[in-house]
């Protein structure tokens, strides 16, 4: 098929997937084409390539990855313009992969399942002829609520304001408690593991936002959601932020999970483990965003009490600072014993104030005074 054929190929097809699957009926081979995070794009029907690519739609894109990962495959094709020619032992199967570049970005792969014999040029016009259709196409591929998780954590007034509208006008559910989750892998080739992982986790927990964010994967997590354990494989460590309900200084919140990553040791760190030397340490220092560094239940009493000018945050720092007597908060305070046992058993229920952390919360106080 030569040079002008391929141009008037594309000049009928309306889109990528038509113009694959035209390629497809045109050489008799299985084809389909995959953006850099391995979202698939498009894929041939006749002949049909699902068969193929099953694992990148059923949430497996993880363990093919791996594989490609441990058999050189991304040692071979990362860098190189040209074609690499493979054979995949699980199809047993001669193949093809080549990069989709366009204005010296890759922007793609394209695979070919060589049941027929394909020249090189013709391997080359369909990559080129892709690269067309994918010329607008970012190379982050984040979707509009993945790409306000970015601007929430630049850490910037501005970023932060187009961001909530971005969250407002795509009915992002705000109303909620949330983490921070950074995940690290010290595996090389982690940008494809991170990928592989993003997508996979998409699939399964759409409302788990997930981004690429300084050479490590951030997640934003609602409290009542979960990452599925067979994501979390043996190679990846989890670090967890505070939970915070407003959308608020994120970026802090993605530090604190850096931080418990850094600080432990274990596949899963959270910061709530690790605040006691972090926080001793943030007294003696400048911190910034400090109510990012407030428990988030010292967080809502402080809010209850503005809203509704109660007086659970004095009620509670008096008691803590009197050893927990609720005699001698009484007295401190000069309201009855019974006002004083009231206050306290509100506090479990309208905070969730875990009476275990007496230390964290002492040093959330101290914090809290910095506002």
């Given at each position: 098929?030569?040079?002008?054929?391929?141009?008037?190929?594309?000049?009928?097809?309306?889109?990528?997937?038509?113009?694959?699957?035209?390629?497809?009926?045109?050489?008799?081979?299985?084809?389909?084409?995959?953006?850099?995070?391995?979202?698939?794009?498009?894929?041939?029907?006749?002949?049909?390539?699902?068969?193929?690519?099953?694992?990148?739609?059923?949430?497996?894109?993880?363990?093919?990855?791996?594989?490609?990962?441990?058999?050189?495959?991304?040692?071979?094709?990362?860098?190189?313009?040209?074609?690499?020619?493979?054979?995949?032992?699980?199809?047993?199967?001669?193949?093809?992969?080549?990069?989709?570049?366009?204005?010296?970005?890759?922007?793609?792969?394209?695979?070919?399942?060589?049941?027929?014999?394909?020249?090189?040029?013709n391997t080359l016009n369909i990559a080129q002829g892709a690269s067309i259709y994918l010329r607008?196409?970012?190379?982050?591929?984040?979707?509009?609520?993945?790409?306000?998780?970015?601007?929430?954590?630049?850490?910037?007034?501005?970023?932060?304001?187009?961001?909530?509208?971005?969250?407002?006008?795509?009915?992002?559910?705000?109303?909620?408690?949330?983490?921070?989750?950074?995940?690290?892998?010290?595996?090389?080739?982690?940008?494809?593991?991170?990928?592989?992982?993003?997508?996979?986790?998409?699939?399964?927990?759409?409302?788990?936002?997930?981004?690429?964010?300084?050479?490590?994967?951030?997640?934003?997590?609602?409290?009542?959601?979960?990452?599925?354990?067979?994501?979390?494989?043996?190679?990846?460590?989890?670090?967890?932020?505070?939970?915070?309900?407003?959308?608020?200084?994120?970026?802090?919140?993605?530090?604190?999970?850096?931080?418990?990553?850094?600080?432990?040791?274990?596949?899963?760190?959270?910061?709530?483990?690790?605040?006691?030397?972090?926080?001793?340490?943030?007294?003696?220092?400048?911190?910034?965003?400090?109510?990012?560094?407030?428990?988030?239940?010292?967080?809502?009493?402080?809010?209850?009490?503005?809203?509704?000018?109660?007086?659970?945050?004095?009620?509670?720092?008096?008691?803590?600072?009197?050893?927990?007597?609720?005699?001698?908060?009484?007295?401190?305070?000069?309201?009855?014993?019974?006002?004083?046992?009231?206050?306290?058993?509100?506090?479990?229920?309208?905070?969730?104030?875990?009476?275990?952390?007496?230390?964290?919360?002492?040093?959330?106080?101290?914090?809290?005074?910095?506002?």
């Amino acid at each position: 098929m030569n040079t002008i054929d391929f141009f008037e190929l594309i000049t009928t097809c309306e889109d990528l997937d038509s113009f694959i699957d035209a390629c497809g009926k045109r050489f008799g081979n299985p084809l389909w084409i995959m953006d850099n995070a391995y979202h698939l794009l498009a894929y041939s029907h006749t002949p049909d390539s699902y068969v193929y690519i099953e694992d990148f739609t059923s949430g497996k894109t993880m363990g093919h990855i791996k594989e490609w990962l441990e058999s050189g495959l991304f040692q071979k094709v990362t860098g190189n313009h040209g074609p690499v020619y493979i054979h995949d032992d699980s199809f047993d199967k001669d193949m093809v992969v080549l990069n989709v570049i366009f204005q010296d970005r890759i922007v793609g792969k394209l695979s070919i399942v060589l049941d027929h014999p394909m020249d090189v040029k013709n391997t080359l016009n369909i990559a080129q002829g892709a690269s067309i259709y994918l010329r607008s196409y970012l190379t982050t591929t984040n979707n509009t609520l993945e790409q306000a998780l970015i601007l929430l954590l630049q850490n910037d007034d501005d970023s932060e304001a187009i961001a909530h509208r971005i969250l407002s006008e795509e009915l992002y559910h705000k109303q909620a408690t949330y983490q921070i989750v950074c995940v690290e892998t010290k595996e090389e080739h982690r940008f494809e593991i991170y990928s592989a992982f993003i997508s996979d986790l998409r699939r399964e927990c759409p409302y788990i936002l997930s981004t690429l964010f300084r050479n490590r994967c951030f997640l934003l997590v609602p409290v009542n959601s979960h990452i599925p354990k067979h994501l979390c494989t043996a190679d990846m460590r989890f670090g967890y932020s505070l939970p915070f309900d407003q959308l608020h200084v994120v970026a802090n919140y993605a530090d604190q999970a850096e931080f418990a990553l850094q600080t432990g040791s274990e596949q899963i760190e959270k910061f709530e483990d690790h605040y006691l030397n972090f926080a001793k340490a943030a007294l003696h220092a400048q911190v910034k965003n400090e109510e990012a560094y407030i428990m988030p239940e010292i967080r809502r009493m402080i809010d209850y009490d503005e809203k509704y000018h109660t007086e659970y945050y004095k009620t509670f720092v008096t008691y803590l600072s009197n050893a927990e007597s609720k005699h001698r908060t009484s007295e401190m305070l000069g309201v009855h014993l019974n006002t004083v046992k009231y206050r306290l058993s509100q506090m479990t229920e309208l905070f969730s104030i875990d009476p275990t952390k007496g230390k964290l919360y002492c040093l959330s106080i101290l914090l809290a005074g910095y506002l």
